[in-house]
């Protein structure tokens, strides 16, 4: 229970800032719902907005 799920060690090695930690979270609860009702479409919108925003950080930290 509270277990890191559906992480990649990428992710592990790299924390976001509260700001963009709580947009993913956000997201990534609406996952289940879209799911359970068959929505694939819905899904992969926001599997692919957690993806931008996490490259949109690892950018950032690059650049520092």
């Known amino acids: ?4 799920k559906n992480k990649s060690k990428a992710e592990e090695e790299f924390k ?3 700001k963009d930690q709580k947009k993913v979270d956000k997201l990534t609860s609406q996952i289940p719902y879209h799911e359970g ?5 819905e899904v992969e919108k ?3 907005q957690v993806a931008k925003i996490w490259e949109k950080a ?7």
């Open 1 to 4: 229970m509270g277990g890191k």
């Open 16 to 18: 976001l800032n509260k």
């Open 37 to 41: 009702r068959g929505n694939k479409e």
């Open 46 to 48: 926001i599997k692919d």
């Open 58 to 64: 690892r950018a950032a930290e690059a650049a520092m």
